[in-house]
């Protein structure tokens, strides 16, 4: 019968007959991170998403006045 423990990041699979250890990967928890490109990502994800908006808008106006001057035309 197979039993699994987990030990200080190693996995141990033990068998009636043999032990296996795995070493899992840890991740380095020391990492600098820059907390103004941080905020400048975050400002030009949100003007991009302004302009997709802006853009959205002026293409649903286009479309709805071009139907009402075709219903318009075939009158």
Known sequence: ?????FNNSNIII???VK????HSKT??????????????RVKIN???QVKQKIIF?????LGLG???I???AIK
């Open 1 to 5: 019968m197979q039993k699994t423990r």
């Open 14 to 16: 033990e068998n009636s």
């Open 19 to 22: 032990k296996q250890t795995y």
């Open 27 to 40: 991740i380095d928890p020391k990492i600098v991170v820059d907390i103004n490109k941080l905020l400048n």
């Open 46 to 48: 949100e003007r991009n």
């Open 57 to 61: 808008f002026t293409l649903l106006t």
């Open 66 to 68: 071009a139907i009402g």
């Open 70 to 72: 075709f219903i318009i």
